[in-house]
């Protein structure tokens, strides 16, 4: 069907169709806001209906698509604060907060492998601080140290041998199994 002069005109002069033109900019605008498609995609449909609605209220002469933008803007930061202000019990649940094991263990056995590892010899303490806390090499604690990489992995283990049994272990898998028996540790979320 041909188009008369005046249709044309009539086609973007009339504020519901240049709504429908804006469908496309207002996703990419929603997308700004929302990671998700879905969520987007209501943000979008929300915009549309309080423009929509509204349309009364918009002055022709004015960019509609800044006008739909805004609305989108104060929409989704209204749904920011609803949801922040709807939150059941969140700031007060104590089952929101996450469960962590006693930090009074964890610092008395701190403590007491810092003093055993201050009674190492020094040249076992120092392997042991390099290969064990910093993780640097066996090649180049050895190239530190000025010794063959086989005198490190020796006094490593000499060193790993002697700390277990400064803290009274019979090895390393006893020592394990003592940070496995807390509690909050075996909860499945």
């Known amino acids: 069907m041909p188009l008369v002069a005046g249709q044309e005109a009539h086609w973007t002069s009339n504020p519901r169709n240049e709504i429908v033109e804006l469908i496309p900019a207002l996703r990419a605008f929603a997308r700004t806001f929302c990671k998700d498609v879905n ?35 104060n929409t989704f930061y209204t749904r920011i604060k609803i949801a922040l202000r709807e939150a059941p019990g969140s700031a007060d649940c104590v089952s929101a907060k996450p469960a962590s094991d006693a930090t009074q263990e964890w610092s008395a056995r701190g403590r007491e492998i810092a003093a055993a590892i201050e009674k190492l ?14 993780g640097v090499s066996y090649e180049e604690a ?48």
């Open 39 to 73: 969520d987007a995609d209501d943000l979008v449909q929300e915009t549309l209906t309080k423009g929509l609605t509204s349309i009364h209220q918009f002055r022709p002469g004015t960019s509609m698509k800044s006008w739909l933008f805004t609305i989108m803007r």
């Open 121 to 134: 010899p020094q040249q076992q303490r120092e392997i042991l601080t390099l290969v064990g806390v910093l």
């Open 142 to 189: 050895a190239d530190i140290c000025g010794c063959a990489m086989g005198t490190v992995k020796s006094r490593l283990n000499r060193a790993r041998l002697r700390l277990l049994e400064e803290l009274g272990e019979s090895s390393a898998v006893s020592s394990l199994q003592n940070s496995e028996a807390h509690p909050v540790s075996s909860l499945r979320r």
